[in-house]
């Protein structure tokens, strides 16, 4: 318990040449309860993950490196959909935040409970909408389709750097082309940044090797980090999501189906809405964040296309 709260750790231990290293993260049980309006989606992206909830089967990738905010997305799209008139199932590793009105299982590899297994015992439970904790291997990505195509529901993520990656992602995990146009209604790639402190942030000018990276003209206002009490001094308070959201139509469905490239795949995709880089700069321009905290996250070649 932490300042009258209630904040749960997941601790990892390494043996080292030096001693032992231990990484703690820190889990906010808060945030199982955030809404999608809360976590900083552009309005197209938010238009998109809503409609792809709302229909009756079919799969929702979310995706991102560890640590990206993934889990907290998931569950802001089950609190959408937990008003008591569906049946909603979950498998996970470990379960992260306990929800009323959801049945939660968690993964144990040492007695046999591994997502695949847990993926297909419940689906004997009769379940509306699954949550799939990670697909990690065929078995789980080929019983996850099957899910989808016998009228589930099935929210889960995978390790990609981008929306598109996820599709060649289920591919290399030999999933056949013409199941996942079928069956893929929407992909969300997200990474989290600092948000800056509003009570002592600085405009500057953007110049030299930020404005280049960012594609932005040389005096461009953006804000820097400075510190006050308010921030504890750091410059920032909390982060935010930036998203780039992927919503397969017909055409994405054709190019799936033709064993389209990402390239081909990005050129219809992203066409009238931004990328993440293109995310991260929009924030940077808001004042949300930094343009060093965008340019981190930021693929060089989205920049030079932009």
Known sequence: TLGGKLVDVRVS???????????????????????????????DALIILREALAEPNGI????????????????????????????????????????????????????????????????????????VGEIRDRE??????????????VLTTVHTNDALGAITRMRDMK??????????????????VRRLCPACRETVQAEGNA?????????????KAVGCAECNNTGF????GVFEAVRVDDTIRRLINDGGDEAILARHAFVNKPNLSAAARKLVRSGETTPEEAIRIS????????
């Open 175 to 192: 999933v056949e082309p013409f199941l996942l146009a079928s069956t893929l209604r929407a992909v969300i790639a997200q990474r989290l």
């Open 60 to 131: 929702i990738l979310v995706t991102g490196p560890t640590g990206s905010g993934k889990t907290t997305t998931l569950y802001a799209g089950l609190k959408r959909l937990n008003d008591g008139s569906r049946n909603i199932l979950t498998v996970e590793d470990p379960v992260e935040y306990a929800v009323e009105g959801i049945g939660q299982t968690q993964v144990n590899a040492k007695v046999g409970m591994t997502f695949a297994a847990g993926l297909r015992a419940i689906l004997r439970q009769d379940p509306d909408v699954v949550m």
């Open 299 to 306: 693929r060089r070649e989205d920049i030079v296309d932009a």
């Open 13 to 43: 231990t390494l043996p080292s040449r030096a001693g032992e290293r231990v990484v703690m993260r820190i889990l906010d049980n808060e945030n199982a309860g955030i809404s999608l309006d809360l976590l900083g989606m552009s309005e």
């Open 140 to 153: 789980t990505a080929d019983i996850a389709v099957q899910a989808a195509l016998t009228g589930h529901l």
């Open 237 to 240: 308070q909390g982060r935010i």
């Open 211 to 223: 404005a280049s990276l960012l594609g932005f003209d040389k005096g461009t206002a953006v804000y």
